[in-house]
């Protein structure tokens, strides 16, 4: 019988593998993305660190304390141990590869009193893919701003949502260069917390504000799943005049089998919207006699407040999905 090693990658995921496999074959059976191109120790491509354990490379022993960095052909190369390697660009399953890009910059439409849409087209011939729910970084400036795609991947078009208010400067400047350039540099995708094949379960959205944009992306995905689960949006904002795209919900209604929504105010009444905060409007709907997944969008304090109170009533962390969660953790 041969051995079973666990490797962990670049600190995070980990696939096991026999010592008679080298660590690609035994990493590509279990769904990782390796950087490869000759699989027979030549070219170097997939060349990275080993940062703990032994492997055999050929007829080399190589441990991973005998010099600052050891670098090892993983194609070639066969674990002796457990063992912590660290490879660049490889990609965890599920995962997308990262790309940096120039966008054109298509189309800016304001969707109400301080929110812009802005469309951007990724470079023809070159394959750039995400999954719903998944953000981007634009760069500009020196400087790297995290912006969920607010559409599912089917085609070269990527649509943000910016809220620019007064008390935004940063978003300001950002929309500033936007509207004043034909390009703008872009690395995406970016974010673990998506939604690509359809769940064996009820989906709940809870958003406050541009929050909407992922959730967006994500119902757009479920529809073309034909999503046959039941679907609830909760959308918050302060007044109706924060809401925008008002007929999208509506039109969902028609496209999934089962999808209601709520809209909830913070700070008036209006007898067309719930009132008070958003999770609240959720938590007082929670009677599904299956746990849903919950996906939220919105700003960090808004995205740990209602996780919070989700966790608080009982529902498990692990049931509940963010992309803040990995760009602003909790302090
Ligand atoms: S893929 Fe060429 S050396 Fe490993």
């Not at 041969?2 to 995070?12: A, K």
């Not at 660190?49 to 670098?71: F, M």
């Not at 995406?188 to 944009?213: K, N």
């Amino acid at each position: 019988m041969p051995d079973i090693f666990t490797i962990t990658v670049n600190g995070r995921e980990r696939f096991s593998c026999h010592d008679d496999q080298t660590i690609i074959e035994a990493g590509q059976q279990a769904g990782f993305g390796f950087p490869v191109a000759c699989r027979n120790g030549v070219c170097e491509r997939c060349m990275g660190t080993l940062q703990s354990g032994h492997v055999q490379q050929r007829n080399h022993t190589i441990h991973a304390g005998d010099a600052d960095s050891i670098q090892v052909l993983y194609c070639i190369a066969q674990p002796l141990s457990d063992c912590e390697i660290d490879v660049p660009e490889v990609t965890a399953p599920g995962e997308l590869p990262s790309h940096e890009v120039h966008c054109q910059i298509q189309q800016i439409e304001a969707l109400n009193h301080d929110v812009s849409r802005v469309w951007l087209q990724l470079p023809a011939g070159k394959r750039v893919q995400w999954h719903a729910g998944q953000y981007m970084m634009l760069n500009l400036n020196g400087e790297s701003f995290p912006f969920s795609i607010a559409n599912h991947c089917d085609g070269r078009r990527l649509e943000l949502h910016i809220r620019h208010g007064d008390d935004n400067s940063a978003a300001q400047d950002i929309m500033a260069h936007l509207t004043s350039a034909s390009t703008v540099s872009a690395t995406l995708p970016a974010g673990m917390r998506f939604i690509d094949s359809a769940p064996e379960q009820p989906v709940w959205f809870i958003c406050g504000s541009t929050g909407f944009a992922p959730v967006k992306a994500m119902v757009e995905r479920l529809i073309a799943l034909d999503f046959d689960h039941p679907v609830r949006l909760f959308w918050g904002a302060r007044t109706p005049e924060d809401l925008y795209l008002p007929t999208l919900p509506s039109q969902w209604k028609m496209a999934l089998k089962d999808f209601d929504f709520t809209t909830a105010l913070s700070d008036i009444r209006h007898p067309d919207h719930a009132e008070g905060l958003v999770h609240e409007a959720a938590l007082a709907a929670l009677n599904e006699p299956e746990l849903p997944l919950f996906y939220l969008g919105g700003s960090p304090p808004m995205a740990w407040a209602v996780f919070d109170a989700l966790v608080e009533e009982g529902v498990p962390a692990g049931n509940i999905h963010c992309d803040v969660f990995d760009y602003a953790p909790r302090e």
